[in-house]
């Protein structure tokens, strides 16, 4: 975000928010604010946003269709939103995977379509055999 972004870092755990607090004051970056949110929404304003960021978290959203109409509503003009997982895929994936993440990518990609986003691409990084990312744009 360079010297002059903002990020802002969502949490729903209190004691996740504390420990971030602290560890973002530890190492000087002042320009990350730790919200706590919940699991159906983001706690930001309207339009706050330009991208969000969703990083191994997406297969633990229990109100899916919720937070993604949520985040179109925080999201400026076109902004993107980016979702890196898990693969899930049966015969291939390790158990912990088919136990802990609920859906597949396709899944996941309809999921955020459904809900309005457009799809604008899969992002390929070598050596990231276990997650995908994917990103989409508001209409």
Known sequence: VG??????ALEISPKFVEHL???FDKAGLENIEVVENTDRT?????SSIDLAFICDVYHHFEYPD???NNLKYV???HGSLVVVDFHREAGK?????LEHVRASQDVFRKEIENAGFVFVEEVKIEGLDDNY???FRTR
Request: charged fraction near 30%; hydrophobic fraction near 40%.
């Open 66 to 68: 919720e937070i993604l």
């Open 42 to 46: 983001t706690g930001l304003a309207e």
């Open 21 to 23: 607090k602290q560890r």
């Open 93 to 97: 994936s390790e158990d912990w995977v």
């Open 133 to 135: 990312i994917m990103r």
């Open 75 to 77: 999201l400026r003009g």
């Open 3 to 8: 010297d002059n972004g903002q990020v802002w």
